[in-house]
């Protein structure tokens, strides 16, 4: 099984790493780093540094190809080169997956048109731009397309993934090697729960950060 992680400058880190440890402990899997260039990218705060080990012309064919988000993603949809190696990948893919905002550039491909699909919920409606149709599940199944919502809901989408490759107690396993049981102190950890004056807050910073991005291109 070969898994391709795109990543790009301006990623969420957890996007792409929360699925990582999850199916790169398939059995008999080979996990590869794949970006616009190999070398180093920086996430969407600038601190943390992920590497590409391979350049995305020198990909051609994946069994897995999971696709993350970030604040970047709303320039990366208008990016054909990045697009038109997105649907030649999905061609010969057995899954093709996201997490959060990484949707958006399946959406933006043309592949999750007619199809439910979910993002973070702050971009949750722009899917439709695209002719999506969106929902609010945490991981969505439609045929090989496999979408999560936002960033800490890539390791729910994995482990999904594994139970339908390896068998749920496959998944099991791995969700135990990683000790993967959320008992958050808090229950805002969605829109619907959180309160108004707390995603308020979070709207701005989000709106502030994109900005920033979007005006460094």
Not at 7 to 19: C, E, Q, R
Not at 99 to 116: D, I, R
Not at 127 to 146: D, N, S
Request: glycine fraction near 10%; charged fraction near 20%; include cysteine.
């Amino acid at each position: 099984m070969d898994i391709v992680c795109y990543v790009f400058d301006g990623i969420t880190a957890l996007d792409i790493v929360g699925p990582y440890e999850v199916l790169a402990r398939l059995p008999g899997a080979t996990t590869r780093f794949v970006g616009e260039h190999a070398g180093p990218v920086r996430t969407d705060n600038q601190i943390l540094g992920l590497v590409a080990d391979h350049a995305r012309a020198d990909v051609t064919s994946a069994d897995i190809l999971v696709m993350p988000g970030g604040f970047a993603t709303r320039n990366l949809e208008h990016d054909t080169a990045l697009l038109d190696w997105i649907r030649a990948i999905d061609a010969g893919s057995t899954w093709t997956t996201s997490v959060c905002t990484g949707s958006m550039l399946l959406a933006a491909a043309g592949l999750l048109e007619g199809k439910e699909a979910t993002t973070h919920w702050a971009s949750l409606e722009r899917l439709a731009e695209y002719g999506a149709i969106p929902t609010t599940q945490r991981v969505v199944e439609q045929g090989k397309y496999v979408t999560a919502a936002g960033v800490s809901s890539g390791i729910d989408m994995a482990l999904t993934l594994m139970a339908r490759i390896a068998g749920d107690d496959v998944a099991r396993a791995i969700q135990l090697s990683i000790e993967y049981d959320p008992q958050p102190p808090f229950d805002s950890g969605s829109l619907a729960k959180a309160p108004k004056a707390v995603v308020d807050l979070v709207r701005g910073v989000m709106e502030e950060r994109q900005r920033a991005v979007s005006g460094s291109r």
